[in-house]
Structure formats: structure tokens, C-alpha cells
């Protein structure tokens, strides 16, 4: 698997994998309109190839994407983690956040990871406390919004050399 900067065709994909304004929350939060539109969905989630990674397999295909956002206090935020439909329990969510973090540490040294979660996903719930999230405070430059446990990584490992 390769997790590499996300482009425009890779937001088109994931446009096409959001259905409805449920699953676009769901998986971007309150701040992402829907419907989505390449444009305004840059907009929403501040893309830029710095800070969103598509990870894709050996022949090119798109498996999921993910964003890391610098943060105050020397902290990584973890959003918009998706990974294709015919992809999903099969593992695939883990291996993401994986190299999200590793990518993390590689670019950013050492530094404390959160993320947000709707706690009636319970598929995405499950997947992060097994990664090593834990429920946590809101960090104050959270946007408040119904529904959400906020999440941090108690002990994010050392990036793999490369």
C-alpha cells in the first residue's frame, strides 16, 4: 500500500462514495456541504496536498483517504478518514490510520494525535480504541457539534525508517 498526497481526481472518487447529507456528515462532519462539489469541498475541509493523503494500492486504486491537520500544542488531527465501499471491514480503516500516523511522525516529529468520531459509529469507535484511542477531552479549538467523542492517541509510535 501506498499513502501518497491526494489530488482532484482522488476528491471526485470520494464525492462519489458519499451518497447522501447522512453520510457526508458522518464522515466530514457539520462543516463539509453537501451536495459535494470538487470546489466547495476543497473549501470546506482546507485541502491542500500538504495535509490530505489517499492511500491507494499497487495498481492505483483508490482505497481511502485521510487528512492531517497541524494543531496547537503540537498536536496531529486525524479527519475525514474514508476508505472505499467495497473495501470496508476488511481492514483496510486500520491500515490508513496506521500510515496516517506514521506519515505523521515522519513529518512532524514527535507529536500527539486526536480525532473525532460520531459515537453512533460504532464500526469507526471500535476501530480506533483498537488502534490505541481513548475518549478524551474536546480540545478547545474543537467545533462543537452533537454526538461526537473526541478521541486521542495515548502512545503513537515511531515512525518506520524509510
Not at 492511500?55 to 500544542?73: C, E, H, R, S, V
Request: with cysteine; proline share 4%; net charge positive.
Amino acid at each position: 500500500m501506498i499513502l501518497r498526497p491526494a489530488a482532484d481526481e482522488d476528491l471526485k472518487t470520494v464525492i462519489s462514495w458519499i451518497k447522501d447529507q447522512e453520510a457526508c456528515k458522518l464522515w466530514a462532519g457539520p462543516v463539509v456541504r453537501f451536495p459535494l462539489a470538487l470546489q466547495r469541498l476543497k473549501q470546506d475541509i482546507a485541502y491542500s496536498n500538504e495535509n490530505t493523503f489517499a492511500m491507494q494500492d499497487a495498481a492505483g486504486k483508490l482505497l481511502g483517504l485521510g487528512q492531517l491537520l497541524d494543531k496547537a500544542n503540537n498536536r496531529i488531527h486525524l479527519a475525514r478518514i474514508i476508505v472505499a465501499p467495497n473495501r470496508r471491514g476488511k481492514g483496510w480503516g486500520g491500515l490508513l490510520c496506521r500510515l496516517l500516523v506514521d506519515e505523521g511522525l515522519k513529518l512532524f516529529g514527535d507529536v500527539s494525535f486526536t480525532l473525532n468520531v460520531y459515537s453512533d459509529n460504532a464500526n469507526a469507535v471500535k476501530l480506533y480504541q483498537k488502534l490505541g484511542f481513548k475518549a478524551a477531552a474536546a480540545p478547545s479549538d474543537s467545533i462543537p457539534d452533537e454526538g461526537i467523542v473526541h478521541m486521542a492517541l495515548t502512545a503513537a509510535r515511531k515512525a518506520k525508517p524509510t
